[in-house]
C-alpha cells in the first residue's frame, strides 16, 4: 500500500523556520521524483520546489533563498527546510512522487504563519 505522511507543519511566527518531513512507503522510493507543493485558502495548488530522483533541484522563485528541499533515498524520506517564513506562506503543504505513469500524493500538513 502506497503511503505519504507529511509531518512537521504547524503555527510559526513571521521569521521562524519549519521543517517538514515526508514519509514514503510502499513504493521504490529512489526511483521516484519527489516535490512540494501547497495550496492556500481559495487558491489553486502550487509547486514549491522537487528533487529529482537523480538529485536535481527546482525552486520556484517565491522560496528561493529561504526553503531547501532534500531527500534521504536510505530512510525513503524527503525533507523542505523553511527559513524566514512569511504569512504568505501559510497554505496545507503536500508531498508528491512521481515517476513514470504512477502520481502519489500525501494527505497535507498544514503551515500556519501569523503573529
Known amino acids: 500500500q502506497v503511503q505519504l505522511e507529511e509531518s512537521g507543519g504547524g503555527l510559526v511566527q513571521p521569521g521562524g523556520s519549519l521543517r517538514l518531513s515526508c514519509a514514503a512507503s510502499?513504493?521504490?522510493?529512489?526511483?521516484?521524483?519527489m516535490s512540494w507543493h501547497r495550496q492556500a485558502p481559495g487558491k489553486e495548488r502550487e509547486l514549491v520546489a522537487s528533487?529529482?530522483?537523480?538529485?536535481?533541484?527546482y525552486y520556484t522563485d517565491f522560496v528561493k533563498g529561504r526553503f531547501t528541499i532534500s531527500r534521504d533515498n536510505a530512510k525513503n524520506g524527503v525533507y523542505l527546510q523553511m527559513n524566514n517564513l512569511k504569512p504568505d506562506d501559510t497554505a496545507v503543504y503536500y508531498c508528491?512522487?512521481?515517476?513514470?505513469?504512477?502520481?502519489?500524493w500525501g494527505q497535507g500538513t498544514q503551515v500556519t504563519v501569523s503573529p
Open positions: 508528491k512522487a512521481a515517476w513514470n505513469m504512477a502520481t502519489y
Open positions: 510502499g513504493f521504490t522510493f529512489r526511483l521516484y521524483h
Open positions: 528533487i529529482s530522483n537523480d538529485g536535481g533541484i
